[in-house]
Protein backbone atom coordinates (compact mmCIF):
# COMPACT_ATOMS: atom_id res chain seq x y z
CA UNK A 1 0.00 0.00 0.00
CA UNK A 2 2.94 2.27 1.04
CA UNK A 3 4.57 1.73 -2.32
CA UNK A 4 1.45 2.49 -4.35
CA UNK A 5 1.05 5.65 -2.30
CA UNK A 6 3.85 6.86 -2.59
CA UNK A 7 3.86 5.87 -6.23
CA UNK A 8 0.65 7.67 -6.66
CA UNK A 9 1.53 11.06 -4.63
CA UNK A 10 5.38 10.99 -6.52
CA UNK A 11 3.91 12.98 -9.51
CA UNK A 12 2.04 15.43 -7.38
CA UNK A 13 5.26 15.92 -5.26
CA UNK A 14 7.30 16.47 -8.43
CA UNK A 15 4.50 18.91 -9.76
CA UNK A 16 4.51 20.68 -6.46
CA UNK A 17 8.03 21.04 -6.77
CA UNK A 18 8.25 21.83 -10.45
CA UNK A 19 5.68 25.21 -9.72
CA UNK A 20 7.80 26.65 -7.27
CA UNK A 21 10.88 26.45 -9.76
CA UNK A 22 9.23 27.34 -12.06
CA UNK A 23 6.80 30.24 -10.69
CA UNK A 24 9.28 33.30 -10.56
CA UNK A 25 9.41 32.86 -14.12
CA UNK A 26 5.69 32.17 -14.86
CA UNK A 27 4.60 35.10 -12.17
CA UNK A 28 5.10 37.72 -14.73
CA UNK A 29 2.87 36.11 -17.25
CA UNK A 30 -0.70 37.28 -17.43
CA UNK A 31 -2.93 34.23 -17.57
CA UNK A 32 -6.40 34.70 -18.84
CA UNK A 33 -8.87 35.71 -15.98
CA UNK A 34 -6.50 36.78 -14.01
CA UNK A 35 -5.66 40.17 -12.66
CA UNK A 36 -2.30 41.32 -13.94
CA UNK A 37 0.45 42.11 -10.58
CA UNK A 38 1.25 45.58 -9.76
CA UNK A 39 4.66 45.00 -10.97
CA UNK A 40 3.71 44.47 -14.29
CA UNK A 41 1.21 47.22 -14.89
CA UNK A 42 3.63 49.55 -13.67
CA UNK A 43 6.22 47.85 -16.20
CA UNK A 44 3.38 48.56 -18.90
CA UNK A 45 2.30 52.49 -18.01
CA UNK A 46 6.06 53.30 -18.27
CA UNK A 47 6.73 51.86 -21.25
CA UNK A 48 3.60 53.49 -23.33
CA UNK A 49 4.88 56.79 -21.96
CA UNK A 50 7.63 56.41 -23.55
CA UNK A 51 6.07 55.29 -26.73
CA UNK A 52 3.82 58.68 -26.86
CA UNK A 53 7.00 60.98 -25.89
CA UNK A 54 8.94 58.88 -28.83
CA UNK A 55 5.41 59.54 -31.07
CA UNK A 56 4.60 63.05 -29.64
CA UNK A 57 8.41 64.39 -30.61
CA UNK A 58 8.38 62.82 -34.26
CA UNK A 59 4.92 64.64 -34.98
CA UNK A 60 6.49 67.46 -33.62
CA UNK A 61 9.46 67.43 -35.84
CA UNK A 62 6.91 66.72 -38.82
CA UNK A 63 5.68 69.51 -38.04
CA UNK A 64 7.92 72.18 -37.48
CA UNK A 65 9.76 70.57 -40.83
CA UNK A 66 6.35 70.81 -42.86
CA UNK A 67 6.36 74.24 -41.42
CA UNK A 68 9.55 75.33 -42.36
CA UNK A 69 9.29 74.05 -45.88
CA UNK A 70 5.88 75.94 -46.61
CA UNK A 71 7.61 78.95 -45.11
CA UNK A 72 10.67 78.93 -47.49
CA UNK A 73 8.15 78.11 -50.84
CA UNK A 74 5.92 81.44 -49.59
CA UNK A 75 9.26 83.23 -49.10
CA UNK A 76 10.50 82.51 -52.66
CA UNK A 77 7.38 82.85 -54.03
CA UNK A 78 6.58 86.52 -52.92
CA UNK A 79 10.75 87.60 -52.97
CA UNK A 80 11.84 86.04 -56.23
CA UNK A 81 9.57 87.48 -58.93
CA UNK A 82 10.84 90.86 -57.41
CA UNK A 83 14.48 90.04 -57.46
CA UNK A 84 14.89 91.37 -61.13
CA UNK A 85 13.47 93.93 -62.86
CA UNK A 86 10.03 93.39 -64.88
CA UNK A 87 10.61 92.18 -68.24
CA UNK A 88 6.67 92.97 -69.68
CA UNK A 89 6.65 94.56 -72.74
CA UNK A 90 3.54 96.95 -73.12
CA UNK A 91 2.37 98.73 -75.96
CA UNK A 92 -1.50 99.84 -76.08
CA UNK A 93 -3.40 102.20 -78.29
CA UNK A 94 -6.55 103.42 -76.81
CA UNK A 95 -9.50 106.11 -76.94
CA UNK A 96 -9.67 106.62 -80.44
CA UNK A 97 -12.12 109.12 -81.20
CA UNK A 98 -12.87 111.07 -84.53
CA UNK A 99 -13.56 114.48 -84.85
CA UNK A 100 -15.22 114.86 -88.64
CA UNK A 101 -14.57 118.04 -91.14
CA UNK A 102 -11.89 119.48 -89.48
CA UNK A 103 -9.79 121.64 -91.88
CA UNK A 104 -6.00 121.40 -91.86
CA UNK A 105 -5.31 125.21 -90.80
CA UNK A 106 -8.12 124.27 -87.40
CA UNK A 107 -5.94 121.29 -87.10
CA UNK A 108 -2.49 123.63 -86.56
CA UNK A 109 -4.37 125.97 -84.20
CA UNK A 110 -4.66 122.80 -81.69
CA UNK A 111 -2.74 123.38 -78.80
CA UNK A 112 -1.34 119.84 -78.84
CA UNK A 113 0.01 120.28 -82.18
CA UNK A 114 0.97 123.39 -81.43
CA UNK A 115 3.42 122.34 -78.47
CA UNK A 116 4.95 119.95 -80.97
CA UNK A 117 5.90 122.08 -83.37
CA UNK A 118 7.64 124.24 -81.13
CA UNK A 119 9.31 120.87 -80.00
CA UNK A 120 10.75 120.36 -83.11
CA UNK A 121 12.35 123.89 -83.85
CA UNK A 122 9.20 124.98 -86.26
CA UNK A 123 6.72 127.00 -86.38
CA UNK A 124 3.13 126.58 -87.69
CA UNK A 125 3.44 128.97 -90.72
CA UNK A 126 6.34 126.27 -91.91
CA UNK A 127 3.60 123.54 -91.68
CA UNK A 128 1.17 125.72 -92.89
CA UNK A 129 3.25 126.36 -96.18
CA UNK A 130 4.22 122.77 -96.37
CA UNK A 131 0.29 121.47 -96.33
CA UNK A 132 0.06 124.45 -98.82
CA UNK A 133 2.27 122.31 -101.18
CA UNK A 134 0.51 119.73 -100.54
CA UNK A 135 -2.70 120.18 -100.45
CA UNK A 136 -2.88 123.11 -103.20
CA UNK A 137 -6.16 124.75 -104.04
CA UNK A 138 -8.15 122.26 -101.15
CA UNK A 139 -6.00 123.26 -98.28
CA UNK A 140 -9.24 124.76 -96.53
CA UNK A 141 -11.52 121.43 -97.44
CA UNK A 142 -12.13 119.50 -94.34
CA UNK A 143 -10.65 116.51 -93.34
CA UNK A 144 -10.81 114.39 -89.87
CA UNK A 145 -8.66 114.96 -86.68
CA UNK A 146 -8.00 111.58 -84.98
CA UNK A 147 -7.16 111.64 -81.34
CA UNK A 148 -5.67 108.54 -79.15
CA UNK A 149 -3.84 107.77 -75.81
CA UNK A 150 -1.06 105.53 -76.06
CA UNK A 151 0.87 103.74 -73.04
CA UNK A 152 4.65 101.95 -73.72
CA UNK A 153 6.34 100.07 -71.34
CA UNK A 154 9.44 97.69 -72.03
CA UNK A 155 10.85 99.42 -74.80
CA UNK A 156 13.57 101.60 -73.27
CA UNK A 157 15.62 103.58 -75.81
CA UNK A 158 14.06 102.77 -78.90
CA UNK A 159 12.39 105.12 -81.22
CA UNK A 160 8.91 104.02 -81.87
CA UNK A 161 6.63 105.44 -84.58
CA UNK A 162 2.75 105.82 -85.15
CA UNK A 163 1.53 106.02 -88.70
CA UNK A 164 -2.03 105.31 -89.87
CA UNK A 165 -4.30 103.98 -92.47
CA UNK A 166 -7.70 105.30 -93.86
CA UNK A 167 -10.43 102.79 -94.95
CA UNK A 168 -13.65 102.29 -96.57
CA UNK A 169 -16.23 102.00 -93.60
CA UNK A 170 -18.76 99.94 -96.10
CA UNK A 171 -16.11 97.83 -98.26
CA UNK A 172 -13.03 97.93 -96.22
CA UNK A 173 -11.08 99.09 -98.94
CA UNK A 174 -7.81 101.32 -97.92
CA UNK A 175 -7.79 104.41 -99.37
CA UNK A 176 -4.80 106.38 -98.09
CA UNK A 177 -1.54 105.94 -96.08
CA UNK A 178 -0.38 108.22 -93.67
CA UNK A 179 2.81 108.26 -95.13
CA UNK A 180 1.10 110.18 -98.45
CA UNK A 181 0.12 112.79 -96.89
CA UNK A 182 0.98 113.16 -92.96
CA UNK A 183 2.66 116.33 -92.66
CA UNK A 184 3.36 115.76 -89.02
CA UNK A 185 4.62 112.33 -87.75
CA UNK A 186 4.49 111.46 -84.38
CA UNK A 187 7.54 109.57 -83.25
CA UNK A 188 9.46 109.30 -79.92
CA UNK A 189 11.61 107.85 -77.94
CA UNK A 190 10.99 105.01 -75.14
CA UNK A 191 11.77 105.81 -71.94
CA UNK A 192 14.18 103.39 -69.81
CA UNK A 193 12.86 103.09 -66.80
CA UNK A 194 9.13 104.53 -66.26
CA UNK A 195 6.32 103.98 -68.87
CA UNK A 196 5.39 106.50 -71.83
CA UNK A 197 1.41 107.79 -71.06
CA UNK A 198 0.42 110.20 -73.73
CA UNK A 199 -1.86 111.35 -76.16
CA UNK A 200 -1.61 112.65 -79.71
CA UNK A 201 -3.88 114.03 -82.69
CA UNK A 202 -3.18 113.39 -86.79
CA UNK A 203 -5.02 114.74 -89.42
CA UNK A 204 -6.39 112.79 -92.37
CA UNK A 205 -7.32 113.74 -95.56
CA UNK A 206 -10.72 112.65 -96.41
CA UNK A 207 -12.38 115.36 -98.55
CA UNK A 208 -10.92 113.81 -102.19
CA UNK A 209 -12.17 110.48 -101.30
CA UNK A 210 -16.01 110.56 -102.14
CA UNK A 211 -17.14 108.02 -99.62
CA UNK A 212 -20.14 107.66 -97.30
CA UNK A 213 -18.38 106.01 -94.87
CA UNK A 214 -14.39 105.80 -93.18
CA UNK A 215 -12.54 104.44 -90.10
CA UNK A 216 -9.07 104.76 -89.69
CA UNK A 217 -6.47 102.51 -88.16
CA UNK A 218 -3.20 103.97 -85.97
CA UNK A 219 -0.45 101.75 -85.79
CA UNK A 220 2.83 101.78 -83.75
CA UNK A 221 6.29 100.49 -84.52
CA UNK A 222 9.76 99.78 -83.72
CA UNK A 223 11.35 102.07 -86.30
CA UNK A 224 14.84 99.78 -85.46
CA UNK A 225 13.51 96.44 -85.50
CA UNK A 226 10.71 97.14 -88.24
CA UNK A 227 8.38 95.55 -86.62
CA UNK A 228 4.53 96.46 -85.87
CA UNK A 229 3.57 96.40 -81.99
CA UNK A 230 0.26 97.38 -82.26
CA UNK A 231 -2.91 98.90 -83.79
CA UNK A 232 -6.48 99.79 -83.00
CA UNK A 233 -9.56 100.79 -85.10
CA UNK A 234 -11.70 103.97 -84.79
CA UNK A 235 -15.21 104.08 -85.17
CA UNK A 236 -17.00 104.39 -88.09
CA UNK A 237 -17.73 108.18 -88.77
CA UNK A 238 -19.18 109.70 -92.11
CA UNK A 239 -18.07 113.51 -93.29
CA UNK A 240 -20.63 115.72 -93.07
CA UNK A 241 -22.73 116.97 -96.21
Do not use: C
Amino acid sequence: MNGEAEARTGPLEAHAIAEETTGSSRAETVQPGHVPSEHWAVRELATLKRASKRTVAAATGIGVVVGLVSALLTTLFVVLPNLKPSTTNLVAITNVVVEPNVTFAQYLQHPSTALALRARGMSVDDIRRRGQAVLGDRATEAGASVDFQFEVRGYGGARLQTRWTLFDGVTGERLAESEQIDLLTFAFFAQKKEADIGTWEVWVRTFDQGRKSYFVRIEMYDVAAGTRLTFKDSDKFSPSP
